[in-house]
């Protein structure tokens, strides 16, 4: 069974600093690899996704990668803003014919002004 | 275009009842997930629509809980005689393609509270 542990559970941090995000799955058989927001009371938005082919990803101030060897995955945001005060989840799909994907239950994440 | 919708975006139920909730996938999308986040919890995958291919059922908990997709577009999740254990939000992710090559869009969810 896939397990995905993600750390730290929560973080405060002041607005500015730069933060890593970690992800780790218990089968490192992952496929793709999917970070998400979810914002209190809302639905999941999608942020990044590493495709099989991949190692990274990026997109604005937020860089996504994936060590396929040892099944663990960084999301790191640069330059922090309160806006981005969010949970973190990250998703691991285990391969091309199989949809679901397993998810960690996230990271908390609050940027103080 | 219009993201994933999903009705109600509340239901409140009494425990013994039977509850149906809709999801209205992005057009042309031809794979469908429902999962589950009780409170505190992680997502739990329920159930999967791939084209005309046999859903895979593996993450439904009980036989109470059901669903069907009409074709490639909507979806319906049943719970039959709530409980208590089924209070959680219920959100529907759709994708393009098959598999777990490409990215899962989601919907806002139903919050399900069963008294």
């Known amino acids: 069974k896939q397990e995905v542990t993600q750390i730290p559970a929560a973080l405060s941090v002041p607005e500015g600093e730069n933060l890593v995000l970690n992800c780790s799955f218990t089968?490192?058989?992952?496929?793709?690899l999917q970070w998400f927001r979810q914002d209190p009371g809302k639905g999941l938005t999608s942020l990044l996704l590493i495709q099989s082919s991949q190692r990274e990803q990026t997109s604005g101030r937020l860089n996504a990668s994936l060590d396929k060897s040892s099944g663990r995955s960084t999301l790191y945001i640069a330059a922090s803003q309160p806006g981005d005060s969010a949970t973190y989840l990250c998703a691991g799909g285990r391969g091309s014919t199989l949809g679901r994907l397993y998810f960690g239950r996230g990271t908390q994440l609050t940027v103080w002004p | 275009g219009a993201g994933v919708s999903q009705s109600p975006s509340n239901k409140v139920t009494e425990k013994g009842k039977d509850v149906e909730l809709r999801c209205d996938p992005i057009?042309?999308?031809?794979?469908l997930y429902w999962y589950r986040q009780r409170l505190g919890q992680g997502l739990e995958f329920l159930i999967y629509?791939?084209?005309?291919?046999?859903?895979?059922k593996s993450g439904l908990p009980s036989d109470r809980f059901s669903a069907e997709r009409t074709g490639e577009s909507v979806s319906t999740l049943t719970i039959q005689r709530t409980q208590q254990e089924d209070s959680a939000v219920y959100l529907c992710?759709?994708?393009f393609g098959s598999g777990g090559a490409n990215e899962q869009f989601f919907g806002p969810g139903t919050r399900l509270t069963v008294l």
């Open positions: 992710a759709s994708s």
């Open positions: 629509f791939q084209g005309n291919s046999a859903p895979d």
């Open positions: 089968d490192s058989a992952i496929y793709n």
């Open positions: 057009s042309g999308h031809t794979a």
